[in-house]
T-cell receptor, first 116, second 113 residues
């Protein structure tokens, strides 16, 4: 079975400061990991993914994430937060050993609030 | 930039009625999905569809639900007899290949009264 945990319901950070949104996962095989962002009344926007290769993955809007196999984590980071980054962030996982349906399992989401 | 579109944006229906939610996936994508998000909860997988058949479905996707790709562009989700607990935001998604990221539409908010 595949699962994702986002331990923080909300993260507050000042504009210009670095931000981290945490995600840990559980899979039986190898993980395919994704971050999505959701703005109010909008769909999910893809930010970045880890399939294989370098543990540090760079994505849209200056976001990056680090895959850590020993800690089963895939934390989302940005060196300098912007007020416009304020949104709901979802981590998602797909287990390489699940069926061919490509089912994504999402975390509960973390609300990021960036203040001036 | 191509995107997934969904209609309607908001659907209100009476309990027991049938609803059809429509999606137009990105044109060269081969894998199609439906997810739902009950208000304040996480996004949940419903079903995936490839090569004109269901490839995986969740326990939520019972006999009241069905999916169809009636032509080369549309992908629909039908709920035969809606229940109050079907009220949610329904997202359609598509991906070009099996292990790629999924691209989501803006969603249809379904309200069952």
């Amino acid at each position: 079975a595949q699962s994702v945990a986002q331990p923080e319901d909300q993260v507050n950070v000042a504009e210009g400061n670095p931000l981290t949104v945490k995600c840990t996962y559980s899979v039986s095989g190898n993980p395919y990991l994704f971050w999505y962002v959701q703005y109010p009344n909008r769909g999910l926007q893809f930010l970045l993914k880890y399939i294989t290769g370098d543990n540090l993955v760079k994505g849209s809007y200056g976001f990056e994430a680090e895959f850590n196999k020993s800690q089963t984590s895939f934390h989302l980071k940005k060196p300098s937060a912007l007020v416009s980054d304020s949104a709901l962030y979802f981590c998602a996982v797909r287990d390489s050993l699940t069926g061919g349906g490509n089912k994504l399992t999402f975390g509960t989401g973390t609300q990021l609030k960036v203040e001036l | 930039e191509p995107e997934v579109t969904q209609t309607p944006s908001h659907q209100v229906t009476q309990m027991g009625q049938e609803v059809i939610l429509r999606c137009v996936p990105i044109s060269n994508h081969l894998y199609f999905y439906w997810y739902r998000q009950i208000l304040g909860q996480k996004v949940e997988f419903l079903v995936s569809f490839y090569n004109n058949e269901i490839s995986e479905k969740s326990e939520i996707f019972d006999d009241q639900f069905s999916v169809e790709r009636p032509d080369g562009s549309n992908f629909t989700l039908k709920i035969r007899s809606t229940k109050l607990e079907d009220s949610a935001m329904y997202f359609c998604a598509s991906s070009p290949e099996q292990y790629n990221e999924q691209f989501f539409g803006p969603g249809t908010r379904l309200t069952v009264l």
